[in-house]
C-alpha cells in the first residue's frame, strides 16, 4: 500500500519558521517526482515546490523563491519543505505528492497524495 504521510505543521508567528516532512511507502519512487502544493479554503490547490528524486533537481513557486527549500533524504524515503520567513498568506493545507510526468505545477500530473497538514500563520 502506497503511503504518503506529511507532518510538521502547526501554527508559527509571522516571520517564524516550519520544516514539513513526507514520509513515503509502499512503493519506489526513484523514477518520480516529489512535489508539495497547497489549499486554502476557497482556492484551488496550487504548486509550490517540486524535486527530483534523482538528481535533486528543483524547481519553485515564485512566490515561495528564496523563503522556501525543498529537499530529499534518499535513505529515508522522505522529502522535506523547510518554510522560512512565513506570511500570513502562507496559511493553507499542505500536501505533498509523487508523479511521474516531470516536475508538473498541475495536480493532475500526481499519482500519489498525502492527507495533508495545516499551516497557519498569525500575523
Known amino acids: 500500500q502506497v503511503q504518503l504521510v506529511e507532518s510538521g505543521g502547526g501554527l508559527v508567528q509571522a516571520g517564524g519558521s516550519l520544516r514539513l516532512s513526507c514520509a513515503t511507502s509502499?512503493?519506489?519512487?526513484?523514477?518520480?517526482?516529489m512535489g508539495w502544493f497547497r489549499q486554502a479554503p476557497g482556492k484551488e490547490r496550487e504548486f509550490i515546490a517540486g524535486?527530483?528524486?534523482?538528481?535533486?533537481?528543483?524547481v519553485y513557486e515564485d512566490s515561495v523563491k528564496g523563503r522556501f527549500t525543498i529537499s530529499r533524504d534518499i535513505a529515508k524515503n522522505t522529502v522535506y519543505l523547510q518554510m522560512n520567513s512565513l506570511k500570513p498568506e502562507d496559511t493553507a493545507a499542505y500536501f505533498c505528492?509523487?508523479?511521474?510526468?516531470?516536475?508538473?505545477?498541475?495536480?493532475?500530473?500526481?499519482?500519489?497524495w498525502g492527507q495533508g497538514t495545516q499551516v497557519t500563520v498569525s500575523s
Open positions: 524535486i527530483t528524486w534523482i538528481g535533486g533537481s528543483t
Open positions: 505528492a509523487a508523479g511521474r510526468r516531470g516536475v508538473s505545477r498541475r495536480p493532475r500530473d500526481y499519482d500519489y
Open positions: 509502499g512503493r519506489t519512487f526513484t523514477n518520480y517526482v
